[in-house]
């Protein structure tokens, strides 16, 4: 069953989940890393649409204008007005280059200012979409409440948002990490399918539900005495379809332990 972020009140949490609530503002939210509501979440993602807005208005607005062009002509055009006034060349000189270096400077700070914002309200939707996208999925696998922050720092070293959508990468950070068909990239379903294989502690003993799953005993392990539909002499098809579609970690347990 997946964790709710927020309770009304304390007698609302199921008893076995009370001590992975918090008391703020007078409502009870999960303690966990990362995770926030969904207005929340909403409201950074419409900053970050402004902001790309704001950004593509910008770029449109001065296309195909060549900036030191602009420049030059604004020289230009300001030597020219101090000169009606009677002002001598060296002055002008002296006058123009001041005034654009303050002009650029201003402008600097103001660039810089909206690039960091774009930045971290990028990088925290990024963290906050994936760490909820591999909670929701590790939850319904039978995540262990307090391996919330181990998987979430795990998926964090794995997937960055590319076009808004979680995308998988190997160690170096560039290359795309496949899934099983070799094709497309590795989805967090399929992520999540390999950690229940790889860090079995990380989940209840019934990971992923169904019948197929409550096979496996506490830790991961394999129940003594049930028949392993991947062993020669008891061979099912049926199951082991059954078992790879409700529990893919420990039908590779028990496909490795019938080798």
């Known amino acids: 069953m997946a964790l709710k972020f927020k309770f009304t009140t304390r007698e609302e949490i199921p008893a076995e989940q009370q001590s992975l609530y918090i008391e703020r503002d007078g409502t009870w939210v999960l303690d966990a890393e990362g995770v926030v509501e969904k207005s929340k979440l909403d409201e950074i993602r419409n900053n970050q649409t402004a902001l790309i807005k704001e950004r593509d208005e910008i770029k449109k607005r001065f296309e195909g204008i060549d900036p030191d062009e602009v420049r030059r002509l604004a020289e230009e055009k300001e030597k020219l007005e101090l000169q009606a006034k009677g002002h001598k060349p060296e002055e002008i000189e002296k006058v123009v280059e001041g005034r654009l270096k303050n002009a650029k400077s201003e402008w600097d700070k103001q660039f810089t200012a909206v690039t960091a914002e774009r930045d971290a309200l ?99 392990a394999i129940r003594q005495g049930m028949k392993n539909p991947f062993k020669r002499e008891t061979w099912n098809l049926t199951e082991q379809m059954k078992l790879q579609k409700s529990d893919p970690g420990l039908a590779a347990r028990l496909k490795a332990a019938a080798n």
């Open 122 to 220: 990028n990088a925290r939707l990024t963290a906050i979409q994936i760490d909820q996208g591999v909670t929701t999925v590790a939850t319904k696998r039978g995540l262990r409440p307090t391996a919330i922050p181990d998987i979430s720092a795990r998926a964090r070293n794995v997937f960055r948002l590319v076009n808004g959508v979680p995308t998988a990468f190997e160690a170096d950070g560039k290359t795309v990490r496949y899934g099983k068909d070799g094709i497309t990239p590795m989805t967090i379903d399929e992520w999540i399918d390999s950690q229940v294989a790889e860090a079995p502690h990380l989940f209840e003993s019934n990971a992923g539900g169904g019948s197929g799953s409550s096979a496996a005993a506490p830790g991961g």
